[in-house]
């Protein structure tokens, strides 16, 4: 399995090191590089791109979300893990439409976050539960039939409450693989790229 790169962007040291440390004690995992400020972040990644990005929102001078958009907007393939203590929609919705792919709380536990960088990096955004919540409540779409099955409901559902594929996969009884291709039959049925469009397509047509 392929080593998946991470670089960290967070001005506080104790959990940028902490970050580090995990991820170096963690099979899978090498942590490419650590950043300081969005300024260094900008010109690091662009010359070293990661797999994924750890990015704070509060930094010193330019923002995370700042950082985001100016790297998406330079055509970086980077996968985005905003990793912050700020939790307001306003916030969560700023960094998902400059690019983030995953939005995880600092309070989240060590497995959490792992688990989180891992489903990010076969595809998916995870979020912390909370985060989900806001965006599903964030929908009022008209109702109308549903083309999903019922387990793809319950997956989606699931989904919906910020759950990681493994943690679908141990409510439902079945396995990761099989979590994987549900998801993969609901962006094909709802022609969907990612979560926030399934929630967003569905939120309306039942009650999540």
């Known amino acids: 399995m392929e080593t998946i790169l991470v670089s960290i962007v967070e001005d506080i040291s104790d959990i940028r090191d902490g970050m580090r440390m995990l991820l170096e004690q963690t099979p899978g995992f090498e942590c490419l590089d650590t950043y ?3 300024e260094e972040a900008f010109k690091g990644l662009s010359k070293r791109p990661p797999h994924i990005a750890i990015i704070d929102i509060a930094l010193p001078g330019d923002n995370g979300v700042s950082c985001i958009r100016k790297l998406r907007e330079s055509g970086s393939k980077i996968q985005f893990m905003v990793f912050t203590i ?17 939005y995880l709380l600092k309070d989240d536990a060590p497995e959490k976050i792992l688990e989180g960088l891992r489903e990010l990096s076969q595809g998916g955004s995870p979020m912390s539960i909370s985060i989900a919540r806001k965006v599903v409540s964030s929908f009022h779409h008209v109702p109308g039939p549903s083309p999903l099955s ?4 319950e997956v989606l559902q699931l989904l919906s409450k910020g759950l990681l594929y493994k943690e679908i996969a141990e409510k439902l009884f079945i396995s990761t693989g099989t979590v994987r291709q549900h998801i993969h039959h609901i962006y094909d049925r709802l022609h969907v ?5 399934a929630l967003n397509k569905v939120f309306g047509q039942k009650n999540l």
């Open 36 to 38: 300081e400020n969005a």
């Open 150 to 153: 019922p387990r793809e409901m």
């Open 86 to 102: 700020f939790e307001s929609s306003e916030q969560v919705f700023e960094a998902l439409a400059a690019g983030a792919n995953g």
């Open 193 to 197: 790229q990612n979560r926030t469009e």
